[in-house]
């Protein structure tokens, strides 16, 4: 009799540990929402001192993050349930965070490439932008118009991204290493070691915002991209249970209403950035 209970109860907590289960694998594993993110590109995600604007801490420091792809990931852990965890997580490292588990998803101003499509998942697009050049003002490129003005300058770009590989359809252009981070190539540009560098436009808004030396180059005849290359959507892990629900927050923020949190997004972006 004893051992007939015994085995009763013990398959009564393995139907509800099994039930548990299936029920956090369904709804993303846990009450936190951990995004990772550089915090190092403005205005989609920067690194500040305080909580202002509405910056949220960034686990295990005592900095907190902001700016537009914080903003977005608000409204997606408030529309999961969950806690919003930021992981700052320098830029080639996002992609093995997401694979191994250590962040629920990307939200880095990353385009949906067709090449990281076939390392991980994305959801729709939550914003889409033009590339520019940023270049020095009062410099030989300041009134440039098309991709042809560039011939001869010194340009780079951030490392592993589409905004590095346009860079071949400059002709005569000399194409420099990639930079690891925007803030790199802020300095290179004012130091005089490139002559520009290709970014999207809302970056280039903050590039020149924050230093007066700097002017952008919005082209006439500028850049072939696809819509996957110039628009940003949440990265996530294959065959993630979060992707569909995603989906349904993102939309419910209307184009209005994503362009007022990117212009305040440059508003409140630190200066020194």
Same mark, same amino acid.
């Given at each position: 009799?004893?051992? %007939? ?28 929402? &951990? ?15 305080? +909580? ?6 960034? =686990?295990?420091?005592?900095? *907190? ?7 977005? #990931? ?10 919003? %965890? ?27 490439? #067709?090449? &990281? ?8 697009? *939550? ?36 905004? *590095? ?8 252009? /000399?194409?420099?290493?990639?930079? =690891? ?5 802020? %300095? #290179? ?5 490139? +002559?520009? *560098?290709?970014? /999207? ?27 996957? =290359? ?21 939309? /419910?923020?209307?184009?209005?209403? &994503? ?15």
């Amino acid at each position: 009799m004893i051992l %007939v209970a015994l085995l009763l109860v013990g398959t009564i907590l393995l139907v509800g540990c099994g039930n548990n289960s299936s029920k956090q694998e369904a709804d993303g594993g846990s009450d936190v929402f &951990r995004v990772g993110m550089e915090a190092g590109y403005p205005p989609f995600n920067w690194t500040q001192m305080d +909580d202002s604007n509405g910056a949220v801490k960034i =686990d295990g420091s005592s900095e *907190y993050a902001g700016g537009y792809d914080v903003e977005i #990931a608000k409204r997606i852990a408030e529309g999961l349930g969950k806690e919003l %965890v930021i992981v700052k997580t320098e830029w080639d490292g996002l992609l093995p965070a997401l694979e191994s588990g250590k962040i629920d998803a990307i939200i880095a101003g990353m385009s949906p490439t #067709a090449e &990281r499509a076939k390392a991980i998942d994305f959801t729709d697009n *939550y914003y889409k932008s033009d590339l520019v050049m940023v270049v020095k003002k009062g410099g030989p490129y300041e009134n440039a118009k098309s991709l042809k003005d560039f011939k001869g300058a010194k340009i780079t770009a951030q490392l592993n991204t589409f905004h *590095y590989d346009v860079i071949d359809q400059i002709e005569g252009v /000399e194409k420099l290493t990639a930079m =690891d981070n925007f803030p790199a190539m802020r %300095v #290179a540009l004012e130091s005089g070691m490139i +002559d520009g *560098y290709v970014s /999207e436009r809302p970056e280039g808004i903050s590039a020149t915002a924050a230093n007066d030396n700097f002017a952008m180059v919005e082209f006439e005849d500028g850049f072939v991209t696809s819509d996957d =290359d110039t628009a940003v959507a949440v990265g996530l892990k294959k065959g993630s249970p979060l992707r569909e629900k995603i989906n349904e927050i993102l939309a /419910e923020i209307s184009e209005e209403e &994503r362009q007022e949190i990117m212009d305040n997004a440059i508003k409140n972006q630190p200066a020194a950035q």
